[in-house]
């Protein structure tokens, strides 16, 4: 049987999740986003141009998300997609320069947020 402390440890795990999984859900909702969307952007802010074939390879985002993903931040103009000239094959993934602010804003605003939570 499992003592009372360790029922108490994990209770208040659980608690501290669920407070940080209703904060990120109004974040995500509001932006209308998902977790790997926003991790995408940040890998791709961070970067500046990469590869999709890079993400892949090195597993940076599960691979079943990285075209959905893409697709979203990529109607929603957040990013741009560019084939290579000598191999269409190649697709070079970086930040819209036309909404690059709105992408630093979205980036600080999710780092504040997870800022406030851990102080």
Same mark, same amino acid.
Request: hydrophobic share 40%.
């Given at each position: 049987? &499992? ?100 992408? &630093? ?8 947020? &997870? ?5």
């Amino acid at each position: 049987m &499992i003592d009372q402390q360790s029922t108490e440890t994990a209770h208040n795990f659980f608690m501290e999740v669920n407070k940080m999984r209703k904060i990120f859900d109004a974040f995500f909702n509001e932006h209308q986003l998902s977790m790997y969307d926003l991790e995408l952007l940040l890998i791709i802010y961070e970067a500046g141009n990469i590869q999709l074939k890079n993400l892949i390879q090195n597993d940076t985002i599960k691979i079943n998300q990285v075209n959905k993903s893409i697709k979203k931040l990529h109607n929603l103009k957040l990013i741009m997609k560019r084939r290579e000239p000598k191999d269409e094959r190649t697709v070079n993934l970086c930040i819209n320069q036309e909404n690059k602010e709105e992408v &630093i804003s979205l980036l600080q605003h999710f780092s504040d947020m &997870i800022k406030e939570i851990y102080t």
